[in-house]
């Protein structure tokens, strides 16, 4: 059974209703704006994708994090291409350690190399790609009712988010968070530390009990890194999607919406310390997308280089953290993967 067409508050976070997407646009534009302006993250509710896809996509990445990790590293991360598996490798600037997990990201052109093969993952590229497709078709939605929030044409966003196009850069991340039972680490031990996406949108798909997830609402612009100290829970129910907008479209909006800091906190000994499976799908600009603001970001730039600033922002950041890290305790930063 549907839910009421009405969008309502739940769960500290606004849900947003696509069911009657056509008839009731105007209404899902009021109520994505009010979420997009005022929190930055989103619930979305009868968007088309069934629990049952949901959960065999989930299977599907379940069975290959399951593989052995010499069988898993014949699909090796290129950063530069945005694509494949990493493990312990991912160091946030607000962390200056790794993220306690591990991740496989697939996109849809030019890395066809990096898609685990059918003899090592039955079906998984037919079930992934599958599965990309309907989460585009979600995001066109939202993006389309974005565009229209913000006053532009219909097809803005879609447009400069373009599959078929061979310099397409949205990518779908399968994430597993390892198994830590009766194991404690360091504060500064996070299995995501605090970030906020590059990109435009993102669709995050949780499976029940799983929770971790955490957003710190309220960053008044795409380029600073302060991160405030009060943190809501993200707890959707299954079929649910999490929906959050990223550095991109705060800056098309000229900081209107918000790009807010997000991580998933690692369990303490006597919680629910199992292994915790996410899927994000990231809408991320074509890399010959301009993107240009009309008031406080007038000066045009292409995504491709939007994102290399970004990572630049990032490196730099990373790299101030590690040097008071060694400030304050030498031996601690000579030791690896202690800074």
């Known amino acids: 059974m549907e839910t009421s067409a009405k969008p309502t508050v739940q769960r500290n976070f606004i849900e947003i209703d696509l069911s009657d997407y056509e008839r009731r646009q105007d ?20 968007h088309g994708i069934s629990v049952e896809t949901i959960r065999t996509m989930f299977q599907a990445s379940h069975d290959f994090f399951a593989l052995p990790d010499n069988v898993k590293s014949k699909y090796p991360i290129d950063v530069s291409r945005n694509a494949g598996w990493e493990k312990l490798a991912q160091i946030r600037p607000s962390t200056g350690v790794a993220d306690l997990k591990e991740s496989l990201q697939l996109g ?49 966003f879609t447009r400069c988010h373009d599959i078929t196009k061979s310099d397409c850069l949205n990518t779908l991340r399968c994430l597993h968070y390892h198994d830590i039972t009766g194991q404690s680490f360091p504060p500064e031990y996070w299995r995501a530390g605090a970030h906020t996406d590059f990109d435009t949108l993102t669709l995050l798909f949780q499976r029940p009990g799983e929770d971790g997830l955490e957003v710190c609402p309220g960053r008044e612009a795409s380029t600073e890194f302060a991160v405030g100290d009060v943190w809501s829970p993200v707890s959707p129910k299954e079929g649910e999607i999490v929906c959050n907008l990223g550095d991109m479209i705060m800056r098309w909006s000229d900081d209107v919406f918000k790009s807010n800091f997000h991580r998933v906190r690692a369990p303490k000994v006597g919680e629910y310390q199992g292994p915790r499976y996410s899927i994000a799908y990231f809408n991320q600009a074509n890399k010959s997308a301009i993107i240009q603001g009309r008031t406080r970001y007038p000066d045009p730039i292409t995504s491709q280089e939007f994102i290399r600033q970004a990572m630049h922002r990032n490196y730099t950041a990373l790299q101030e953290l590690q040097a008071r890290q060694a400030e304050q305790d030498p031996i601690a930063a000579a030791i690896p993967g202690t800074a």
């Open 27 to 46: 209404e899902i534009v009021t109520e994505l704006m009010r979420a997009a302006t005022t929190q930055g993250f989103f619930y979305v509710v009868n």
């Open 108 to 156: 849809f052109h030019n890395v066809d190399e990096l898609w685990p093969k059918h003899e090592d993952a039955p079906n998984f590229k037919e079930t992934a790609t599958d599965f990309m497709h309907q989460c585009n078709e979600v995001s066109a939605k939202l993006l389309t009712c974005l565009a229209l929030g913000l006053g532009f044409e219909a097809d803005f």
